[in-house]
């Protein structure tokens, strides 16, 4: 079992960053890989990033040379950093942990989530 917990969402304006934390409970977050989903008001919940037990990270495309996912297993905690943030990146960011091999892209692989922090992003 790990129990997760989202921090650093906020309101900022186009063109700037934000840094997103995931506090996870338990000792064996380093055999946990590691997503970032979102969702929007009225949309599913969409892929944005994922790191596995090796350091290995997959992104959505629409983040790709802005957002940067890494994790610090000493402190049990994966971040997600967004730069050149757009309004289109607007939404609730949840992270989420899985065990074992499959996609890292579909919300179903993942058995573990957080509740979420809110991101807003003015033009």
């Known amino acids: 079992q790990v129990q997760l917990v989202e921090s650093g969402g906020g309101l900022v304006q186009a063109g700037g960053s934000l840094r997103l934390s995931c506090a996870a409970s338990?000792?064996?977050?380093?055999?946990?890989?590691m997503g970032w989903f979102r969702q929007a008001p009225g949309k599913g919940r969409e892929f944005v990033a994922a790191i596995n037990w090796s350091d290995g990270t997959y992104y959505t495309n629409s983040v790709k040379g802005r957002f940067t996912i890494s994790r610090d297993n000493a402190k049990n905690t994966v971040y997600l950093q967004m730069n050149s943030l757009k309004p289109e990146d607007t939404a609730v960011y949840h992270c989420?942990?899985?065990?074992?091999?499959?996609?890292?892209?579909?919300?179903?692989?993942?058995?573990?989530w957080g509740q979420g922090t809110q991101v807003t992003v003015s033009s």
């Open positions: 338990g000792r064996t977050f380093s055999t946990y890989g």
């Open positions: 989420a942990a899985k065990r074992g091999y499959g996609s890292w892209f579909g919300p179903s692989e993942y058995g573990y």
